[in-house]
């Protein structure tokens, strides 16, 4: 028997619902009810294969979604249910964009993964006259890393990301104008800023970005009135946005030995710090001290690893 997405979405919705009657029988709050809907992690299956996740073209069509469901065989017993990552991506709906109906990406909702002792360097505000020389320092000592750019419209900075890109490093939107007053003056301003870079790195780079970093962190005394409107608004296109746990303090001007000890003690702290650095012209410290930082933390026994869709994210206020 073959099944189409929508099927299958028709059968887990069935299991999903049978499971709610039955845990609202046993008498359970509408909060615990509101809570299983918010894709608790013991109910989310990882896909088997991360390098299955899809890349989506830039004119917004998804991969080839006939093609991996026509062979699919419908299970009959819940417990055989197949791993069919198809399954585990959320397409929005994107009939109820008023604008930028381009702007989206398929959401993931299985559960995230379980690495021990991985470390998740990030670097923003770049490309810049350093993206060169942190990715050389990266490619060195084999490391994979995430990029939360500034982008502009010059051929520099679209040959610099695609260097990003080339390099399997990965690249989320930062901002345009990265100007707080500008950003937070309400969601529509920042959806208009965000649009800006996004298309500056689709075009650069052919990829569609899936996540993204709130100017300034997702929480800050400008966008007090709005981040909440902008994390709706960008969670119906599917995007995630990642805050940080470890800073650099690379910001500060500090020397190069003193954000080698900021990192390596704060990092110590976390089996998945995700590291605030960034790649800007004048951080010329943070690459002096790039390479120590990564053999300090591989002494300390991480790994390296890109953001992905199955990385949990640590976001201000609602779970850091
Ligand atoms: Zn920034």
């Known amino acids: 028997m073959k099944i189409t997405n929508k099927n299958l979405q028709g059968f887990i919705i069935k299991i999903i619902g049978a499971l709610v009657i039955a845990w609202s029988l046993s008498g359970c709050s509408a909060d615990d ?33 006939e093609s991996k469901t026509e062979e699919t065989v419908i299970p009959e017993e819940a417990e055989n249910a197949p791993t069919d990552e198809a399954a585990l991506y959320k397409t929005p709906d994107i009939s109820s964009f008023t604008n930028y109906s381009n702007m989206w990406v398929k959401k993931y909702t299985g ?20 993206t060169e020389a942190i990715l050389k320092i990266l490619k060195d000592n084999n490391v994979k890393a995430t990029f939360f750019v500034l982008p502009d419209n010059g ?20 901002s345009y104008t990265h100007n707080y007053l500008t950003v937070y003056a309400d969601e529509n301003a920042f959806i208009d800023d965000f649009a800006r870079a996004y298309d500056i790195i ?20 400008y966008n007090r009135g709005c981040r909440d409107k902008i994390k709706e608004a960008l969670d119906k296109r599917g995007f995630e946005y990642y805050d940080w746990n470890v800073d650099s303090d690379d910001w500060r001007g500090l020397s190069a030995e003193k954000l080698c000890e900021n990192v390596a003690a704060d ?11 960034h790649d800007t012209d ?22 390296f690893a890109p953001l992905t869709q199955q990385t949990e994210p640590i976001q201000y206020g609602v779970n850091w």
């Open 33 to 65: 009810v509101e809570g299983f809907f918010d894709l608790t992690p013991s109910l989310r299956t990882p896909p088997n294969d991360i390098s299955a996740v899809p890349i989506y073209s830039s004119d917004g069509g998804a991969a080839d979604d």
């Open 267 to 277: 990092a110590s702290r976390f089996n998945n710090p995700v590291i605030l650095m």
């Open 282 to 303: 004048t951080r010329d410290n943070t690459v002096a001290a790039l390479d120590k930082i990564i053999k300090d933390l591989k002494d300390q026994g991480y790994k």
């Open 202 to 221: 689709v075009n650069a780079t052919n990829k569609k970005p899936w996540l993204y970093r709130f100017p300034g962190g997702s929480v800050n005394q």
């Open 111 to 130: 559960e995230y993964e379980k690495n021990e002792k991985t470390a998740y360097l990030t670097f923003d505000d770049g490309p810049s006259e350093n």
């Open 155 to 174: 051929e520099t900075c679209a040959r610099r990301l695609r260097a990003v890109a080339e390099e399997g490093h990965v690249i989320g939107v930062h």
